[in-house]
């Protein structure tokens, strides 16, 4: 078993500038995060419902209109990969 002393450095300045920062980061980003994913589950909602309308107005086939579906939702994999992978890296406990 590993000594605690060597895992966890004692608290200290940069500790405290450490958590003044992440704290600061959140208050000003989370709304902005938290408006985005709302928006995003709207959007991803709203597509599904037009499909009626897209064919009935723009005489848009199933094949088109599962194409723009499918290139619509590739945003939220290849953004949350590289987010997973940041996220994990700064996970406590992860070094």
Known sequence: ???PST???APGPEHAAQ???VSKFLRRMMPLLVLM???NNLDRTNVGFVQDELQA???IGATAYGLG???FFIGTPSSRCP???CWNDSAPGSG
């Open 19 to 21: 958590r003044r920062a």
């Open 1 to 3: 078993m590993s000594d």
């Open 69 to 71: 579906a499918g290139l």
């Open 37 to 39: 994913l709302l928006i």
């Open 57 to 59: 107005d723009v005489g």
């Open 7 to 9: 895992t966890h450095p």
């Open 83 to 85: 987010a997973t992978c």
